[in-house]
């Protein structure tokens, strides 16, 4: 059979919410979260390559990840690893027919749950760091 | 379409991904609580970090959570790329690239995790 | 009746789509697809639109309505704008347009005989619905082990596909429809398992349920393709 040519121009269509449900914003911040989390991975990895040169150079690298502007990024990686986590387990209990009629619900607690998550780390670390 | 069913994705690669995916949740709740809330300043330092990884059940997890996390995080990565239906020459040109990347990535943790470790020594 | 603005996808040939604009009178009880109908009929016979049963049976009616999946043929305009408003009418997204607003379902249509989707079917094989479907008690059966038979609930009206987002840029995907028709039969065919572990098949799929949120025939292809995915697994890690 002939193969239908596909679009790249569609790749919007991933990530428009225009007329989307629930599972469809699921899926984006899903995939918007996982994007941003592999970049953060190895950079992260990167980053953590001064550990390698002693205690002078990663201590300062510490103090500058303290400010604000570095711990709002931090919140931000953190809310994503929540949601695209916990999301996760709803992807995989779906994934086994397991709570497919419930799937909107368990979208609503995982992105209330990460929420709830990023608030607490928020308070832990403008507070403490 | 075609006729003939292409194995790019199958079973075990999926899985593998979904089961990497929930064992990270867990260790990376680890993660987060040492780094963000064990820490006494809120953030560890480079003594702390060294101190850390004395224990060698802690560098046997963080090697894991490399493993699991280089391993889910370039499966996923791939997936969204076999979305986009690459041509079958792409696709392995995608594949040479992921598996060298993620080789080299590994080895780098790897030798990272042990600088750290024998600094305490 | 009610004054509302048709905002119609037009395209013919090779050329460019764009918009047109046409004012219909209409009984606000009556269906999207009527309106488009009125304006063949009174405005401008190059129109272009399928349909043939007008009451949800044969899937021809499927396109956008303001950028979400219906079925105009059982959509009613008061559903879907006010009065005075304006009401987009789209053809379905992951086709090829053929023109106006009529899409060439033929891809969907190759892959349903792909996946051997049967034309009918044995009433025990979709235990979902067919719970809630009690057999007509004064038609006597032939013999003890005779099966009641149904058609299937899908129409292959094509509006899962056009929600799908993967199938946005992956037309080699089987997608929802074809996927149920799989799940439907189980994966005792090795065939059907092939394709439904396969790069086309089940892990194709991210989980959106955007079908099963437009599929207008309660197909609920999405938690049909969730379930074949448990069947695959279930056959590749040998317990079943
Ligand atoms: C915290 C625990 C995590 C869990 C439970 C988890 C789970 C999952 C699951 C179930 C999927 C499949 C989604 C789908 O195909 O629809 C997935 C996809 C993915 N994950 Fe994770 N994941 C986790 C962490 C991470 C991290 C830390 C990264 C990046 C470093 C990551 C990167 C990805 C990518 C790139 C995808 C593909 C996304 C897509 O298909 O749109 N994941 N994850
Ligand atoms: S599964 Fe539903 S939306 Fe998809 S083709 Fe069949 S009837 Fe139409
Ligand atoms: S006209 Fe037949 S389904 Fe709408």
Redesign the pocket.
Known sequence: MEPQKNDPKNLWDWFNPKGRNVGGWA?IL??IA??G??F??YLHLFVLGKLAQGPQVFDQFIATAKSPLYILGELLVIAA?LY??LN??R??LTSFNIGVPQQKQMFYTALLLSVLGTLVFAVRMFTVH | MQSTPKTGETFWLWFT??IS??F??FI?AVHLTVNHFLAPEGLLTHTEVVAYFQNPLVVFMEAIFLFL?VL??LL??R??LLDLRPAEKSRRVIDIIIILFGVFVSLYGLWLLNAVRTMGS | MWKITYRVHRQKGNEPPHYETFQVEVDPEEYVLDGVEKIWASEDRSLTFRHACHHSTCGACGMRVNGVEKLTCITKIKDVVQDGGTLTVEPLRNFPVVSDLVVDLGPLYRKMAAVQAPAVHALSMTPWEGQNIAPPADIPMRSADEEYIRLPDCIECGICISACPVAATDPEYFGPAPLAAIQIQGLDKPELLALADSQEGVWRC??AFECSAVCPSNVDPGRRIMDLRRQVSAKRLKLA
């Open positions: 899926f899903n995939r996982a994007l989390l592999v953060y991975l690893a695209h986590g996760g387990v992807v995989l | 991904k979904i995916g929930a990270i949740l990376l996390l889910h995080s996923g990565l997936s969204i | 991210h989980s």
